[in-house]
């Protein structure tokens, strides 16, 4: 039987539509006003400003607002910590989203901890991660959320099942195993010092690819039956694992390349967005 193809594309599509009307509600509740999304893009990477466009993109399809800031590649840490303090007191945002990644001058990883956790919709703080880890009330980080509502909407079954990550990112690869955890599945975390990848992945009854290198993972290596979750994605439309017609021949369910999770993505963080919303407007 040919393997399910697990279509982030439509199913984003779908949600944008249940999202519109949830903003259309709190609207009327509050006499116009929408949910805020602050987007900061920090340099001029292209592929970051085109990520950025994307989801201020997404903001206005479901009839939200977003406020784009925009600073130079040259900002200090200092400025950008004192940027999202400013959009922390904001009471009209609710959410912030800092596109990573930001030029190296810059600590990270201390301005994703300085957002507010009640705006953090793209879950990206260690507050964040620690209380997801842990079973508590977070925003998901987008990505591997994104990932675990299209495997919920499938009924990918997740509990006693094998999961193998590659990658151990913090944005996307521990966020993604801990959350596998959470669903009562028993993980395996790769990373460019794990020895014999190719005899991890082929115990994986779930494969999530996270690698950020194009077709790394073999078809070979794919058991029948897997489950396989690719978040890869490169020039020419590929992921970070080989999913030849022989893979979708022999696999479960696949997540297509474009069109699985990249689209999962965005509308995750405009989910959380919008949910952040609710809270404030309540
Ligand atoms: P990253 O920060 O570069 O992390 C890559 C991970 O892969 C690291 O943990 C690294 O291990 C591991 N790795 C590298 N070489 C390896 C090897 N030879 N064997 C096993 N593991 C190896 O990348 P990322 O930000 O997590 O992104 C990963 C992929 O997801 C990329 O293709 C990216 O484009 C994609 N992505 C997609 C979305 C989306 O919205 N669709 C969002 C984010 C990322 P070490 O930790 O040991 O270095």
Redesign the pocket.
């Known amino acids: 039987m040919p393997a399910l193809v697990l279509d982030g594309k439509a199913l984003a599509a779908q949600w944008e539509q249940q999202l519109s009307e949830r903003v259309a509600v709190l609207k009327e509740k509050s006499s116009g006003k929408t949910p805020i999304l602050a987007t900061i893009l920090v340099g001029a990477d292209p592929a970051s400003a085109t990520y950025v466009k994307m989801k201020g993109n997404a903001c206005r399809r479901v009839g939200m607002d977003s406020l784009a800031v925009e600073m130079g590649e040259e900002t200090t840490t200092e400025q950008l910590l004192a940027k999202i303090a400013e959009l922390n007191s904001n009471k009209d945002v609710h959410g912030i989203l800092l596109q990573?990644p930001v030029p190296s001058q810059v600590d990270e990883r201390a301005c994703f901890d300085a957002i507010d956790l009640a705006k953090d919709v793209d879950g990206v703080t260690c507050l964040g991660y620690g209380r997801m880890a842990m079973g508590e009330e977070a925003y998901g980080c987008?990505?591997p959320k994104?990932i675990m509502r299209i495997l919920e909407h499938y009924n990918i079954e997740l509990e006693g099942k094998h999961a193998v990550v590659?990658?151990?990112?913090a944005?996307?690869?521990k966020p993604m195993s801990a959350m596998l955890l959470e669903a009562n599945a028993t993980v395996t975390t790769?990373?460019?010092?794990?020895q014999n990848?190719p005899a991890h992945i082929k115990q994986a009854d779930i494969i999530v690819?996270?690698?950020?290198?194009p077709e790394?993972i073999k078809a070979e290596w794919i058991k029948d039956g897997a489950v396989v979750v690719d978040?890869?994605?490169?020039p020419g439309g590929i992921?970070?694992i080989e999913i030849d017609d022989g893979v979708k021949e022999r696999c479960t369910a696949y997540t297509p390349v474009p069109g699985g999770?990249?689209p999962m993505?965005?509308n995750t963080l405009i989910f959380q967005s919008v949910e952040s919303g609710e809270k404030a407007f309540s």
């Open positions: 990573h987008a990505t994104g590659v990658g151990r990112s944005i996307l690869g790769c990373h460019s010092r794990t990848l690819g996270a690698v950020g290198r790394f978040a890869g994605y490169h992921g970070d999770v990249g993505t965005i």
